[in-house]
């Protein structure tokens, strides 16, 4: 398979060719990437923090794979759905997917204070910002 | 014409043992994810509510219509200011129709990660019996 050697190595090839389609579709249509791509991400800023939230029910911890580095959120894991055994399925809307999405991250951020805490079926991760990426006050005194 | 009525989960509208999805589109809502599973002895709904607390979900059976409501709070009233949205935040709700042969006062529910789990035992009268055979 000579074509194989095109493709950078992936430890899932589903998930590979997955995000290959989607790059694809971004350069085509760069606004509709958001509502395809999982999981979902919103981000919230304070004036200390930046929070990434993601939906991803019956995700456990052990699943997830979060990295942050140069700017980037990295969130790569598994979502297993097992039907109960000796079930006959009379409706499927919810999948087994493995997944993988970066986000680039709008500020400086302290990486290695990043807390990450799954609850709910929600993802929430907490990130400091730098000191200096951090709005200033400045005093105005009257002269 | 209501068109989830159309969409027959299983058998005959008028089966007994039947979980049937009646949801129908609500700006009021979020539509969950559903798998329904049927058993032996029993049909399993699950659903998929993120940011549901066990306390926030409401199970109601009336009128052999099954109603399940996951209230989410709105974590971000006071967190600060988004730079992102990708999904929205609010309720979740679906409508099922289920059938005589359920046995209501028996439904119980649990949630784990985000994922509620309805258990719907069906009554002794309907559930598939083995019938032995014995050689003479």
């Known amino acids: 398979m000579n074509t194989r050697t095109l493709f950078t190595p992936a430890t899932n090839a589903m998930t590979h060719v997955r995000n290959e389609v989607e790059r694809m579709f971004d350069n085509v249509f760069p606004f509709s990437s958001a509502t395809r791509s999982y999981p979902a991400f919103n981000m919230i800023e304070d004036a200390d923090r930046v929070y990434v939230e993601a939906e991803m029910p019956g995700v456990r911890m052990e699943d997830l794979e979060i990295t942050v580095a140069n700017g980037m959120l990295t969130v790569s894991g598994r979502r297993e759905v097992t039907p109960p055994e000796d079930s006959n399925t009379l409706r499927r809307e919810r999948k087994t997917i493995e997944f993988e999405r970066s986000l680039s991250l709008p500020v400086t951020l302290d990486a290695s204070e990043t807390e990450a805490v799954l609850r709910d079926g929600i993802l929430v991760l907490t990130m400091p910002k730098v000191e200096k990426a951090k709005a200033r006050r400045v005093e105005v005194t009257q002269g | ?136």
């Open chain 2, 1 to 136: 014409m209501n068109t989830s009525i159309m969409n027959n989960d299983c058998c005959r509208n008028e089966a007994i043992d039947c979980v049937q999805d009646l949801t129908v589109k609500s700006p009021q809502f979020y539509r969950a994810a559903i798998d329904v599973h049927e058993l032996d002895d029993q049909f399993v709904i699950v659903s998929d509510m993120p940011g549901a607390e066990a306390d926030g979900i409401e199970i109601s059976v009336e009128d052999n219509t099954l109603e399940i409501t996951g209230k989410v709070p709105n974590r971000y009233e006071t967190k600060g200011r988004m730079l992102r949205q990708e999904y929205g935040i609010g309720d979740f709700h679906r409508r099922f129709r289920i059938g005589d042969g359920i046995d209501v006062s028996q439904i119980s529910a649990t949630c784990k990660d985000g994922v509620l789990t309805v258990k719907l035992p069906k009554s002794a009268s309907i559930r598939s019996r083995t019938i032995e055979v014995r050689a003479e």
